[in-house]
Every structure is written in C-alpha cells, then in structure tokens.
C-alpha cells in the first residue's frame, strides 16, 4: 500500500513526463501547503512540461534552480555554466518578455552563451523574498521576486520535493516546475 507521499511522488512523476495545463494545475491544488521555514535550503529545479511558452528554454541555458537562505535573503534563478559551477543570476537581466521569441538554440550553445555573459547577469546579491500569501483561496510559502511581477507560490510534494507554479503578471498560463532539496 502507497503512503501519501509515494501516491504523490508518483503522480509528480507522471506529469514530469508530459501535462496539460489542467493536469498541473489539478494536482497543485491537491498538495499542502508549505511555510516560509520549511522551504529554507538550495533545491534544485526542473520544468513541467505543459506547452507554456518558456517550456524548455530554462534548462537549455543551464537553470540549476533556486536558493533560500532565509526569508529576507533568497537567489530565485540558479544556473550552471559550461564548467558545471553553479551561479546567482540576476532575474532582471534575463529578457523574460524577449524568451518565448528567442531561437531555440542546441543546449550546448545556449549554454555557451550564457557562459559568455556571465560576468553581466551574475549577482551575490538576493532578488527576491519569502513571505506566506494567499494564493488560490490557501495560505502557502510565496517567492516573491525584488524588481519582476512575479510570484513563485509552492506546495510540498513530499519531504524533499515542491511543487511551484510562476504567476507572472500579463501571462496568459502559469509556468509550473519542480524543485528537489539538495541534501
């Protein structure tokens, strides 16, 4: 018999392999929520894959994922060079409006480039914060980003995992991802 929290990793895995929009959003609905001290730690990050338009382009630049240091101190976008070393970047300097348009360059290039530029988007700086909002009728942890109109709202899977959904102001969908606490 499943526990609760392999009924959910399974689901999870199941969307991982492809959603739709509605499956994402069923099933974030169905999880607990989770606060602010819960979430401290650095976790690591992957998309599900529901058509959105960003669907695929963090990855191929080498998103990482996320680090929480504590609820004044948060990095929101973690990304691995071509050297496998891990770096802060800086969301404005990220043309998030200009991704959906961008040409869908091999990973290895992409990442190459975001190599290049390095030194241009890097920070040691935090961009964003933690705070409990409410977000679809529930109270859960909330990234809230320093200079972008965006809210990261997270839901916990089980022990290890999150569920987070990207609520952008102007975009028509969520972008929904997966975050895994590094040990």
């Excluded at 680090?67 to 496998?84: M, S």
């Excluded at 404005?92 to 961008?102: D, F, Q, S």
């Excluded at 920070?123 to 990261?152: C, K, Q, W």
């Amino acid at each position: 018999m499943q526990t609760n929290d392999e009924s959910r990793a399974s689901a999870l895995h199941a969307l991982e392999e492809r959603a739709t929009d509605a499956d994402a959003e069923a099933f974030f609905a169905s999880l607990d929520s989770v606060t602010v001290p819960e979430i401290i730690g650095r976790w690591r990050g992957t998309e599900l894959s529901t058509g959105h338009p960003l669907n695929g382009m963090l990855a191929k630049y080498g998103w990482y994922g996320k680090e929480l240091v504590d609820a004044e101190t948060v990095h929101p976008l973690l990304f691995r060079d071509t050297n496998g070393e891990v770096f802060r970047v800086d969301p404005r300097k990220v043309p998030m409006g200009l991704a959906p348009h961008a040409p869908r360059l091999p990973e290895s290039i992409a990442r190459g480039a975001l190599s290049l530029v390095r030194a241009l988007v890097e920070t040691n700086e935090p961009r964003a914060r933690l705070r409990d909002t409410l977000f679809r009728g529930r109270v859960s942890a909330t990234m809230i980003y320093d200079h972008l109109p965006i809210h990261d709202v997270f839901r916990r899977v089980d022990a290890t995992t999150l569920l987070g959904v990207m609520d952008r102001r102007g975009d028509a969908r969520p972008l929904y991802f997966v975050l895994r606490r590094e040990p």
